[in-house]
């Protein structure tokens, strides 16, 4: 699966880059991509809570505790590799921001909307029935040959009711919105946006982009 693309949109320069989340070895490829393409400027796919809790602890580490699924999903993913935490691409992304003075923002909706959109899509039998589905995905055997082939599997079986399948979408169209509102008042003209695989062809659709390629 193809996970890197360039574009030209509104006449910027941007380069999409679908990471694996969890996996080290993706600070190596951001890298990469960073001193080949040369941004003026990065767009990350997390919230602007999400940012500034990078920030608070790249200024000040702190224990993380991932969440049951966010468990499962490393031990799956060690697989292909060493995974981390934070999310090692957004730790370089802010390592890469330093070093070349190039500024962040944030392209997912704000918690509150975040919060506001799941409690008007989920009903508690919604939160049962993930609930109970944990089990079954430690259980499961992906038999898949490349993360990437893992993360989009992974993403259908965590979002196989509708209200989380539509609670993503929401997402996807949330961060196409913002890409195209900074592509218009940024002066920047190339742009890195890194978002997780997942969401990613889901943002290049409400962009109107893969079809040009």
Same mark, same amino acid.
């Given at each position: 699966m193809q996970r890197i693309l360039r574009y030209e949109f509104k006449g910027k320069n941007l380069l999409f880059f679908g990471t694996i989340k969890g996996l080290v070895k993706e600070r190596a490829l951001l890298r990469k991509l960073t001193a080949e393409f040369e941004p003026e400027l990065l767009?990350?796919?997390?919230?602007p809570e999400e940012l500034e809790g990078l920030r608070s602890y790249l200024a000040k580490p702190f224990d993380i505790y991932p969440d049951e699924y966010e468990v499962i999903y490393g031990l %799956?993913?060690? %697989?292909?590799?060493?995974?981390?935490? *934070?999310?090692p691409t957004y730790?370089?992304?802010?390592?890469?921001s330093k +070093?070349? =003075?190039?500024? #962040?923002?944030?392209?997912?909706? *704000?918690? %509150?909307?975040?919060?506001?959109?799941?409690?008007?899509?989920?009903?508690f039998y919604h939160i049962l029935l993930s609930n109970m589905r944990k089990k079954r995905l430690a259980k499961k055997?992906? =038999?898949?040959?490349?993360?990437?082939? &893992?993360?989009? #599997?992974?993403d259908a079986e965590v979002n196989k009711l509708a209200? &989380?399948?539509?609670?993503?979408?929401?997402? +996807?169209?949330? #961060?196409?919105?913002?890409i195209r509102d900074i592509v218009a008042q940024r002066e920047?003209?190339?742009i890195l946006v890194i978002v997780e695989l997942e969401r990613l062809y889901g943002v290049l659709r409400d962009l109107n982009l893969l079809h040009t390629k």
């Open positions: 767009l990350l796919g997390i919230s %799956k993913l060690e %697989k292909f590799g060493e995974v981390g935490l *934070p999310v730790l370089e992304a802010f390592a890469l +070093e070349r =003075n190039i500024e #962040m923002l944030p392209l997912d909706m *704000p918690e %509150k909307k975040y919060s506001d959109l799941y409690l008007k899509k989920v009903e055997k992906f =038999n898949v040959k490349t993360p990437e082939e &893992f993360v989009m #599997m992974w209200p &989380f399948r539509e609670i993503e979408r929401e997402r +996807e169209k949330y #961060m196409a919105k913002r920047e003209r190339k």
